[in-house]
């Protein structure tokens, strides 16, 4: 069974930090390229960062630029994202997740994690 399983999350001031996990089981996820989306309440899902499958490539949403960081570790089958300089407009629930093919689409989601910023 394929799972993603996010961690890290919680209750930050504004201008802290947080580092989220995303660990991966059930496929061999170094195949994957992978991201991080987040959903803040009545806004829709939005792309954070993506990596590529080495990790040699990386894109950012132009809100997060400069202050997270995606980075990956295949041997562990591990994704993680390092949020520096948070905003109370960071807040929201962050997911994970895998894509296989060659498209835009994600084939495989974690189940959140929630990170709230505090002003």
């Known amino acids: 069974q394929v799972q993603l399983v996010e961690s890290g999350g919680g209750l930050v001031q504004a201008g802290g930090s947080l580092r989220l996990s995303c660990a991966a089981s059930?496929?061999?996820?170094?195949?994957?390229?992978m991201g991080w989306f987040r959903q803040a309440p009545g806004k829709e899902r939005e792309s954070v960062a993506v990596?590529?499958?080495?990790?040699?490539?990386?894109n950012y949403a132009d809100s997060v630029k400069g202050r997270f960081t995606i980075s990956r570790d295949n041997a562990k089958n591990t994704v993680y994202l390092q949020m520096n300089s948070l905003k109370p407009e960071d807040t929201a629930v962050y997911y994970c997740?895998?894509?296989?093919?060659?498209?835009?689409?994600?084939?495989?989601w974690g189940q959140g994690t929630q990170v709230t910023v505090s002003s």
């Open positions: 059930g496929r061999t996820f170094s195949r994957d390229a």
């Open positions: 997740a895998a894509r296989v093919g060659l498209g835009d689409e994600y084939d495989y």
């Open positions: 990596i590529s499958r080495s990790g040699g490539s990386t």
